[in-house]
Structure formats: C-alpha cells, structure tokens
C-alpha cells in the first residue's frame, strides 16, 4: 500500500510522532534607522523527534533568522518557541540579555555553524571542553568527554592539534563534536556544509545522519543546497520572504501537486518529441516506486514508451522521484494506460495539456 | 663629565624610569583591559548594551585621550598629593603616567576586542555560556596576541610620558637628558641617555612583537614557523608538503 498524501509517514525507527521543536507564530522585525525589516513573518514550524528536517530558501528568506530564533540567539518580535516541551520565549524574559534559565535550556540544544566558530586559542579538545566547562563539569570527566566525541566523529588523533591546521571538513567535526558536548537531543545546524567543498559537504551530511539514527538526535538545519536535503532530509520547509511556503516530508512533499520543493527535489525535463504524443509526468513516493511499472504499462498495453527524463532517489529509505515519459498517441488515446498507473499508485501529471499551462513544464525546463 | 661620574647618575635615572613605567603599565593594563571590554560590550548590539554608560566611558576616554600629558600631570596635581602625599619624585609621577595610559590602553583593548569574530561570541552564547564566560574564554584570549601588541604600544608611550614626569622632578631618564644635557650642556650624557632609550624601546618591542607572534603562530594563524616563511617564496614545494600533512 502507498501513503495517502497527507499521512505523515513514519521514515525510520528513530522518527516519532512528538513535536519537539515548535514555533508559532514566530515573526522577527529588524529596525534600523527607523527602516522595518520583517525577517520572520508568522512562522509555524513543527520538527518532530528524531528527524532531520530541512529549511531551504535563497538568502534573505529568513532561514538564519528563524534558526537563530529557536534557540533565542535572535529574540523573536513575537510568537513562541517550543523546544522539547519548554517554552522558551517564556524563559527569556524581557531584558536583551540571556537569564540563567534560558541559559540552562540553551545548553541542551547543539548548534553547528557555517565558519565552524572554533576558538582559535584552544585545541580541538579544549574547544570540545568548552561547553563542558559552561556545564560545570570536571576537568576529568570532561576530558573523557571530550576523547569519547573526538572518537565518535573520527577525530581521535586531532585532539591536541589547533583549529588553524584542521581542515575545512575536520574543523566541521570539531564544531559538530562540540556542539554534542552536552547531550543535546536537538541539533541546530545553520548552513554547516555551505563553507565546504562537495565532497566534504557529503561526509560530514553523512556524519550528521549517522548521528541521527545512532542517537536519535533530532536535527534541523538550514540550508541553500537542495542536495542537502535530498541527502538527509526526512522533512522539508522552503522558506520564501519570511514564510514558510510549503513543508511535509519528502514523499508527501512529492505528492503535493505543483510543489516548488519537490520539482526542485526532482526536476524532470524533456519536450515533447513530436505531434500526437503524450507526456506524462509519474511521481513515485511510496511502494509503488518498487515496482517496475514502466514495462507493466508496455507489456500491458502493448506501446512504446520513452522516458525523456528522470530523478529517482532513495530517500529515508524509500524510493521516490519522479520520471517524464512520452506514449505514443493524444491523451484521449492514452485514457486507459494512465488510468492504469494512476491505479498503482502513482501521481501522474499530464504534461502541456491545452487548459492547463502547467508549473511543471516550467520547472521541468530550467 | 667622565663615564665614572655619569654611571651612578645614569643607573639611578634608568631605576626610576623603570620603576615609574612598570608600575603605571601595571595599573593600566589592569584598569584600562576592563574598561575597553566593558566599552565593546555596552556599545549598540553587545552583550550589555547600555548607551548611557557607553556614551560616558567614552566621552571621558575621549577628553583623557586628547589632553596633552603635560597638562594632565600638572592638572592632576592635587589629586596626585591625595593619593601619594606629594607631587614630587617617582611614586607621584605613577598617578599622572597611569591615569594618562588607562584609556590609551582601553582604547586599543576596544579595537582588539571589536577584531574578535562575532560567530565566537555566538557559539558561547548557543552553549548557554554568560556573558562573564564570553568575556573570559572569548573576548580576551582570542585577542591576547593584540592585547599584547597594545601593551606594548602602551609602554612605549609611557617611556615617553615618563620623560616629561622627568620635568616635573620626577626623576628618571627624561629629567637626567634635561638637566645634564640641556641644561648644562652635557652633550655625552644627552646622547647616552637617547642611546639607552632607543636601546630599551627596540628591544621592548621586539619582545613584545615576538611575544604577540608566538601566540599567532601557537593558534597557527600565520601559519608555520617565522623562520621557513621566506622560504615559501623560493620553495614552492615546502607549502606543497605543509598542505598535505594539513590534510
């Protein structure tokens, strides 16, 4: 059976179903010089335990703004933020700075940043310390602390060495070891991978999402990179002007007709080859992306098809993407085969159809 | 004049400058470090924003930073004699010298604390680290090698103030350079006395250029050590192989 859209699928083990980081509301608007910039515009966001949830958007939507509100680095104009059941606009109080309370909670949610922010003064182990030391933890069980996170993310051999003669990868497992210290269940990752080179950039996604599953770390992170979140989002927001235009998890993204995120997640292109043909575009999300449906249909109907283009991927586990294909004939001359997918399961949308000038064709072309 | 007769004369004046410059770098690198933090950190957008406070601190860091020392000294006087007892001698120039170096050094501890990245600040701040935890494992370790330069930018500036304490019968190597040299026409002693002075001054700056540079390189910023830089020039396979040990 394939999830009905709208259903929030289960991806992997550690996914439950309790929100635990929650906005409502959240709006930030920055003045200066009398000017009003409205960096968050009522954002809602629900993150739920032991996923990794990914906000996209350009620069300037927002998404430094919003992370950067959850844990109250940025004091939100209004709306509230919930993290692992505490309110934590309420901890803040009024006053700009930081009290005691807000503090505490604050030390329980890793964050991740895009320049690594290592302390330059410290070695790798001193800076893992650090937050240990906010802690008030003892210089020996910190110190264990600290070996044990170098171990974990593969840096064991790095702890007496000084930022400055790591690597741009190895500094990011530094700051993501750091960032560990203090056992927090929700990680908060603002363009960590956007300062390195691809490469890097899959290692250290890879190291987030085994994090992810070893320790049921929720994580949510920004980016601008759409193959972020193709390589480890479980759920998705894209943010547009200090909104948050759409969101769901990636299959339920994929079965949203017309959704932005999920062209960009899977873009298909491909024209039409000739006159009396017809082009379909099939979306996979679920079981039936196991299935090889493409030859059923051919054996089945006895045509030919071509596929013009496609974006499968396995994610969370799941196959789902989408695929451009071409059937000989009009569309009134193909009701039946695509009745026929559309019973499997598949979301299929009628390319360049006269009526209906669709977003996908536009998509599909960039 | 013979050296037998300038020695006593010159050791004694080089004891006093020391004793007057040491003691009033000591107090103002003590009061003059928290005063450019708390300047960083009152000023719009830091961690304890506060514009009255800023606008005060630095309006008298300000006035004190542009009153020429000579005038400071002989303003200061009656609040010299409340603290020492007296206005004469090296003790009373300590009270002008430090209270003239304070924002001089505050000043440049501002400019090192403002060198520190933000993101740094922010990491603390996203450990739950107050401001007192920025402050010390932040703000001022990140800038040490700054700080030092600063430091010793402030020393050097208090020789020269403490030359112009030497006018004022405080002793010293400014008053031996007056009184022997332009007063009596010593030319010899004039001319030691700019010797020993242009010796002290290089070679305080040396040290604390070397000082400041040893930490650079501890924290790597410079990137490998002083010695083999110029030979990255000729040798480009010496970077070569420094970047693959890197990685």
Redesign the interface.
């Known amino acids: 059976m394939h999830p009905c859209p709208g259903t929030p699928t289960p991806l992997h083990s550690t996914v439950t179903e309790t929100h635990v980081i929650t906005t409502s509301g959240l709006t930030k608007v920055y003045r200066s010089r009398g000017r009003e910039v409205t960096a968050l515009d009522g954002v809602d966001l629900h993150v739920r335990e032991g996923e990794v949830y990914g906000v996209i958007g350009q620069s300037g939507a927002g998404k430094s703004s919003l992370i950067r509100c959850v844990n109250l680095l940025e004091r939100p104009t209004s709306g509230t933020v919930t993290v692992a059941g505490q309110d934590l606009t309420a901890l803040a109080g009024r006053g700009p700075r930081a009290g005691k309370e807000l503090r505490r909670a604050r030390s329980r949610i890793g964050m991740v940043f895009q320049h690594f922010n290592l302390l330059s003064s410290r070695t790798v182990q001193d800076n893992i310390e650090l937050p240990l030391e906010i802690l008030g933890k003892a210089g020996r069980a910190r110190s264990l602390k600290a070996l044990e996170l170098l171990d974990l993310v593969g840096l064991a051999d790095k702890a007496k060495a000084y930022p400055a003669q790591l690597s741009g990868g190895q500094k990011q497992r530094v700051g993501i070891a750091r960032a560990l210290a203090g056992d927090p269940k929700v990680l908060l990752s603002d363009e960590a991978t956007s300062a390195l080179d691809p490469e890097t950039t899959r290692s250290i996604l890879q190291l987030l999402r085994d994090l992810n599953r070893q320790l049921g770390l929720t994580v949510l992170l920004i980016t601008h990179e759409m193959d972020v979140v193709k390589s480890i989002c479980d759920s998705a927001a894209l943010m547009e002007k200090g909104r948050i235009v759409e969101s769901g998890t990636v299959s339920e993204l994929l079965a949203t007709p017309g959704s932005e995120l999920a062209a960009a997640l899977f873009p298909v292109s491909g024209e039409r080859t000739g006159p009396d043909r017809t082009v379909l575009d099939v979306t996979f999300h679920g079981e039936a992306a196991t299935q090889p449906v493409v030859s059923q249909l051919s054996r089945t109907y006895n045509i030919d098809i071509s596929i013009l283009g496609a974006a499968i991927d396995t994610v969370g586990g799941l196959q789902i993407g989408r695929m451009r294909i071409e059937l000989p004939g009009r569309y009134e001359d193909n009701v039946v085969p695509i009745g026929f997918l559309r019973e499997q399961g598949l979301q299929i949308d009628v390319v360049g159809r006269e009526g209906e000038e669709p977003l996908l064709v536009k998509e599909g072309a960039k | 004049m013979t050296w037998s007769e300038m020695q006593p004369v010159l050791s004694q004046a080089c004891w006093d400058t020391l004793y007057m410059v040491g003691w009033s770098t000591l107090i103002s690198v003590v009061a003059g470090l928290p005063l450019g933090i708390l300047l960083v950190l009152t000023d719009k957008g830091g961690?304890?924003?506060n514009v009255v406070v800023n606008k005060v601190i630095g309006q008298i860091v300000n006035i004190a930073r542009s009153m020429p020392f000579i005038i400071l000294m002989v303003a200061l006087m009656t609040f010299t004699r409340w603290i020492t007892g007296t206005t004469i001698g090296r003790e009373a120039a300590i009270v002008p010298l430090a209270i003239g170096a304070i924002p001089f050094f505050a000043r440049l501890v501002e400019m090192s604390v403002r060198e520190v990245?933000g993101?740094?600040v922010?990491?603390?701040?996203?450990?739950?680290?107050?401001?007192w935890?920025v402050v010390r494992?932040?703000l001022v370790?990140?800038a040490?090698p700054s700080l030092i330069s600063g430091a010793t930018t402030t020393i050097i500036a208090l020789i020269g103030y403490s030359a112009m304490a030497g006018t004022v019968g405080a002793g010293g190597l400014g008053d031996v350079a007056v009184r022997y040299g332009y007063q009596r026409f010593e030319t010899g002693m004039m001319w030691i006395t700019v010797a020993i002075l242009a010796v002290v001054i290089s070679l305080l700056q040396l040290v604390g250029d070397f000082a400041a540079r040893s930490?650079h390189r501890?924290?790597?910023?410079s990137?490998g050590l002083l010695l083999f830089r110029p030979l990255r020039g000729i040798f480009p396979g010496a970077v070569a192989t420094e970047a693959v040990k890197?990685?």
């Open positions: 961690l304890l924003q990245d993101g740094l922010e990491a603390v701040q996203s450990m739950g680290g107050s401001t935890k494992s932040v370790p990140e040490l930490l501890r924290t790597g910023r990137g890197k990685s």
